[in-house]
Nanobody, 124 residues
Framework: QVQLVESGGGYGQAGGSLRLSCAAS????????MGWFRQAPGNEREFVAV????????YYADAVKGRFTISRDNAKNTVTLQMNKLKPEDTAVYYCAARWRGVLTTLADEFDYWGQGAQVTVSS
């Protein structure tokens, strides 16, 4: 079992930056593909970013490409989402997720473990 806890986020202004962290416990995440998803009110959960278990490969949703950066520190068992050039449409609850190795995927159903979510609110 892997337990994931998100922190950071909160309130930001358009054009500003926020940082989300995901702390894992229970197992080392070094063998897990890690992803970030988000869900805005009334919308389905959507893919944001994913990073391979080695950290060598990343993939982003078009909506955040060039603005968000996913990274991981396997020694610290953490994953981070740096969010720059924020837009009001980035407002959502952000979830950290883990998937045991496998190929990189953007599908939420293919992730095994989820955090409880962290609210990000961006004002215009």
């Amino acid at each position: 079992q892997v337990q994931l806890v998100e922190s950071g986020g909160g309130y930001g202004q358009a054009g500003g930056s926020l940082r989300l962290s995901c702390a894992a416990s229970g197992r080392t995440i070094s063998g897990y593909t890690m992803g970030w998803f988000r869900q805005a009110p009334g919308n389905e959960r959507e893919f944001v970013a994913v990073i391979s278990w080695s950290g060598g490969t990343t993939y982003y949703a078009d909506a955040v490409k060039g603005r968000f950066t996913i990274s991981r520190d396997n020694a610290k068992n953490t994953v981070t989402l740096q969010m720059n050039k924020l837009k009001p449409e980035d407002t959502a609850v952000y979830y950290c997720a883990a998937r045991w190795r496998g190929v990189l995927t953007t599908l939420a159903d293919e992730f095994d473990y989820w955090g409880q979510g962290a609210q990000v609110t961006v004002s215009s």
